[in-house]
C-alpha cells in the first residue's frame, strides 16, 4: 500500500473542513465550518495550580471549576475584548480545537519509524516539529472585534500558520459575521458581550470603522451592579462549591448550612469566578430590563409605583446556602446604568458609566458617524447578538430607545429565539461562510503569507 498522502484539496471547496474559531472574553468557540452549532465551547478563564510555575495551566469547564489548593482563575483577555497574554491565548485556543474537534496529530505512516533504517538513534528534529503541528490539513477561519489592531490581527494569523501549521488563514470581523448570520449584507450590529458592548454599522458586508462604538459595561457591568445590590440589601453570596449540605429556610431567613472547610483553599480568584456562576443563574432567571410604560418617557425611579402595582413583577430565587427571598422591583436595577447612566450603583472600584457610554448614546454615535442615506437601511436591519442580550427585555428596550431618538424612519429589530444562534451569531456567520464552495478564492495561503508578511492581511481581511 502506497504512503503517499492524497494531494491537497483546494481550499474552501466543498470537500475540505475548515475550522472557525470564535474567541471572546468569556468562552472561546469552535468547530468545522458547515454546521450549525460550535461542538467545542470551552471557558476562556483558565486555571493556574502554581502561581510560581506559569506552564502549570489547565482548561476546561471540569478543571476551572473544580476546587484545588491554591489555583488561581486568570483571563488572557484585557477587559477591553483584546488579547493580553498571547502565550496563553495561543494555548487556550489549541486546546479548544484538539480537545474536541481534531484530536492530537496523527503521525504519517511513512515516518511512524517502524520500517526506517537504524539511525543510531538520532531523531531529525525537523520532520517531528511539522509532525507536531495540529492544524497541518485544517484551513483555519477567525473571528475578531471590530476595533482589534493591525498587530494583534497579525499576531493571531502568525499563531494559525507558523505555530499550528495551518495551510489558509481567514481574519473575520464579529459584526460582519453575526449580519451574515442573520442573513443581511448589512445591519446595524448590536452585540452584547461579557466585557464589552459594542455597535457595529456593516454595509454591502464590510464593516463601517468610523461608526464602531464599544462601552465596558456589558454583561459583567450587570454582574458588578448585582454584586453592589447584594451588599446593599444584605443578601449573602455563597457559591456551591462552599456548601455540602442545606436546611430549607423561610424567605428573608438566615441561612442554614454546612460549609466546607479547605486546608489549603483555593485562591480568592477562583471563589470570584464560582461567586459569577450563580450571579449568572441570578441574571437567567429573575432580572428583567425594564420598559418605560406606555412611551411615557419616565425613568425607572419615576416608575418605581407602577412596577409594584403589577402583580406578575416579584421573582423568588434560592441561593446555594438556601438563603431566598423574593425580588421585586430589585431585579430591574442591575441592567438599568446601561440606559441610563443616573441609575447606576456605584463605588470607587465601580464608577458610574458617563452618558455618552450608555448603550442608546452608542446607536446614536454609531448611526450619526455614517452616511445620512444609509442610516434608514440600517434601522431597517438591526441585529441583536452576544449573550448579555438574553436578559429578559433587552430586546424590547432596544427596540423602544432606537424608536425613540429615530422616530421616522422604520425599525426593525432582528434577534434570534434560539439561545445558541444568539450567544455564536459570529460562529454561525463564520461557519456558513466557510462553507461555501466560492469562498475559496478569499483564503491567505501559507505560501501567500511567507511571501508578502503580515502585510497581506490587511489588504485581504477588511
Not at 475548515?18 to 471572546?24: E, M, N, T
Not at 476562556?44 to 489548593?69: M, Q, V, W
Not at 449568572?280 to 412611551?295: A, D, H, I, R
Not at 424612519?409 to 466560492?438: D, H, M, T
Request: charged fraction near 20%; glycine fraction near 8%.
Amino acid at each position: 500500500m502506497s504512503s503517499v498522502p492524497p494531494p491537497q484539496a483546494e481550499y474552501g471547496a466543498d470537500e475540505i473542513s475548515a475550522l472557525v474559531l470564535d474567541p471572546g472574553y468569556s468562552v472561546t468557540r469552535a468547530g468545522f465550518a458547515g454546521e450549525d452549532t460550535p461542538k467545542s465551547v470551552v471557558p476562556t478563564h483558565y486555571g493556574l495550580t502554581d502561581p510560581s510555575d506559569p506552564n502549570s495551566l489547565i482548561f476546561g469547564d471540569n478543571a476551572i471549576h473544580t476546587p484545588k489548593p491554591n489555583l488561581e482563575i486568570r483571563n488572557p483577555y484585557g477587559k477591553d475584548g483584546l488579547v493580553e497574554d498571547w502565550d496563553t491565548a495561543a494555548k487556550l485556543w489549541q486546546y479548544s480545537i484538539t480537545s474536541r474537534l481534531i484530536g492530537p496529530r496523527q503521525t504519517s505512516p511513512s515516518k511512524n519509524g517502524l520500517n526506517d533504517a537504524e539511525k543510531n538513534g538520532d531523531v531529525d528534529m525537523e520532520d517531528a516539529q511539522d509532525q507536531s503541528k495540529p492544524l497541518e490539513e485544517f484551513p483555519l477561519m477567525m473571528t475578531e472585534p471590530g476595533w482589534n489592531p493591525p498587530k494583534s490581527r497579525a499576531k493571531m494569523m502568525e499563531i494559525a500558520i507558523e505555530e499550528w501549521g495551518a495551510p489558509a488563514f481567514w481574519l473575520g470581523r464579529s459584526g460582519v459575521l453575526a449580519a451574515f448570520a442573520s442573513a443581511k449584507p448589512s445591519a446595524l450590529v448590536i452585540d452584547i458581550g461579557a466585557s464589552t458592548t459594542s455597535v457595529t454599522p456593516v454595509y454591502d458586508g464590510l464593516v463601517l470603522k468610523k461608526g464602531i462604538t464599544k462601552s465596558p459595561f456589558a454583561s459583567n457591568f450587570i454582574s458588578s451592579q448585582l454584586r453592589l445590590l447584594f451588599s446593599q440589601n444584605g443578601v449573602p453570596l455563597t457559591p456551591h462549591y462552599l456548601i455540602t449540605a442545606k436546611t430549607p429556610v423561610d424567605a428573608g431567613q438566615p441561612s442554614q448550612a454546612t460549609y466546607r472547610d479547605f486546608p489549603t483553599p483555593p485562591h480568592d480568584s477562583f471563589r470570584r469566578l464560582q461567586e459569577e456562576r450563580v450571579l449568572t443563574e441570578f441574571k437567567e432567571s429573575v432580572v428583567k430590563v425594564w420598559s418605560p410604560p406606555n412611551n411615557n418617557g419616565t425613568n425607572l425611579q419615576g416608575s418605581i409605583d407602577f412596577l409594584k402595582q403589577q402583580h406578575d413583577t416579584p421573582k423568588p430565587f434560592e441561593f446555594p446556602d438556601g438563603w431566598n427571598n423574593v425580588f421585586g422591583v430589585e431585579r430591574f436595577k442591575a441592567v438599568e446604568g446601561m440606559f441610563d447612566h443616573t441609575a447606576a450603583i456605584s463605588d470607587p472600584e465601580n464608577p458610574t458609566p458617563t452618558s455618552s457610554q450608555t448603550l442608546p448614546a452608542l446607536m446614536q454615535q454609531a448611526l450619526g458617524a455614517v452616511d445620512v442615506d444609509i442610516r434608514a437601511a440600517l434601522l431597517n436591519n438591526v441585529v441583536v447578538t452576544g449573550g448579555g442580550s438574553l436578559v429578559p427585555g433587552m430586546t424590547d428596550r432596544i427596540n423602544y430607545e432606537l424608536q425613540t431618538l429615530y422616530p421616522t424612519p422604520r425599525v426593525r429589530l432582528q434577534a434570534p429565539g434560539n439561545v445558541a444562534e444568539r450567544k455564536y451569531a459570529a460562529w454561525v456567520g463564520g461557519s456558513i461562510l466557510g462553507s461555501l464552495g466560492s469562498f475559496h478564492q478569499m483564503w491567505i495561503s501559507k505560501r501567500e503569507w511567507e511571501e508578502h508578511g503580515s502585510g497581506i492581511i490587511e489588504k485581504r481581511c477588511k
